[in-house]
């Protein structure tokens, strides 16, 4: 399964190096191409980052505003989403540095907002009381736990691919994980014994 | 000891990050240590309430606004870049005529005779030492300024 990831992975770079290639050539379109493909996923990171509906959508724009600018510099030593992904988590850690305001007055879990036919609504109440502990427990991580955890959770990367967007060794991201999930755990439950 | 071994590696070991021996090694440890067991249904339980279970929904305009942003973006750099270029330039100007001018007065020192003076004053100055009411030695220069 790791190796068909791999083969994929690497047939997605070389059809991304072909797009930067077009854009460096002076074909404006296909940056756009490229925000086509990564928006869904950088926007998901951003979210889990930022935690605003709102103001998601305006750090993603800064974060391939930044990927413009910075597009040309590109020397296609990493692959492109690595390096798109260190993008993402530099803006968001600014944004949350910068900006780092009052909590969003936006409920933060929308996806509990279709409620399923098959829960009671004494259970859906539960699910949404631990979906907010889950948000305040990832909240109160620290950037470098945070980091790590959400490219796990959100895209599934393999260590290595994380340890290469945020320049880290592999062991680090292994222990920063068992870190960030056993505090996430500690925070929802009063499971102590670890 | 070995229990330690074990529970540091649980949260590798689900995502599928260890090398068969350790993979093999936690799977044979789990069935016949109940502690380890229950922290491996720990981890499990927290992957799954940590990971992605919805996709955030950019708006329709998302891509127009963006589009708008970096047009708005490239406008401002131009403006900063041509800033930019002329202060160098006027800086570089301004270094040009300085070193002019310093090669002007090194070579070509203007002369201090001037043809049609316009006032002339003439005079002298005398500079003698004295010790025990005998002069031991004078200096005395004649000077005359024109403008």
Redo the contacts between chains.
């Keep these: 399964v790791i190796g068909k990831k791999n083969v994929k992975r690497e047939t997605e770079n070389m059809i991304d190096i072909g797009i930067i290639r077009r854009f460096k050539g002076g074909e404006e379109e296909a940056f756009y191409e490229l925000v086509m493909k990564y928006k869904e996923t950088v926007s998901n990171i951003a979210y889990r980052y930022i935690r605003d509906k709102y103001e998601t959508e305006d750090v993603v724009q800064e974060i391939f505003i930044q990927v413009y600018k910075s597009l040309r510099n590109f020397k296609e030593k990493s692959t492109f989403f690595t390096w798109l992904y260190s993008v993402a988590i530099n803006v968001c850690r600014y944004y949350k540095r910068t900006y780092n305001r009052v909590e969003s007055i936006v409920p933060l879990n929308t996806y509990l907002d279709i409620p399923d036919i098959r829960l009671t609504p004494l259970q859906i109440l539960e699910n949404k009381e631990i979906v907010e502990r889950v948000n305040m427990a990832i909240d109160k991580l620290s950037d470098e736990l945070k980091s790590v955890l959400i490219l796990k959770e959100v895209e599934g990367l393999s260590y290595k691919d994380i340890a290469r967007i945020l320049k880290i060794s592999v062991g680090t991201v292994k222990s920063r994980l068992h870190n960030a999930r056993i505090l996430v755990g500690k925070e929802i439950s009063d499971y102590n014994n670890i | 000891m070995f229990c330690k071994y074990i529970?540091?590696n649980?949260?590798?070991y689900l995502?599928?990050?260890l090398s068969r021996v350790s993979e093999h090694l936690i799977k044979k440890h789990i069935l016949s240590c109940e502690n380890c067991r229950?922290?491996l249904e720990?981890?499990i339980?927290?992957?799954r309430?940590?990971?992605?279970?919805?996709?955030?929904q950019?708006?329709k305009d998302?891509?127009s606004?963006?589009?708008q942003?970096?047009i708005k973006?490239k406008v401002d750099?131009k403006k900063q870049s041509i800033f930019k270029l002329s202060l160098k330039k006027v800086i570089c100007c301004f270094g040009v005529v300085f070193i002019m001018v310093g090669i002007y007065f090194l070579l070509f020192k203007p002369s201090h005779k001037l043809e049609y003076p316009i006032a002339t004053l003439s005079y002298q100055t005398k500079s003698i030492y004295y010790s025990k009411n005998e002069i031991i030695w004078a200096n005395v220069v004649n000077q005359t300024r024109r403008w």
């Design positions: 529970q540091k649980l949260s590798a995502d599928g990050e229950r922290k720990f981890f339980w927290v992957i309430l940590t990971e992605k279970k919805e996709n955030y950019l708006s998302f891509v606004n963006l589009e942003k970096i973006s750099t």
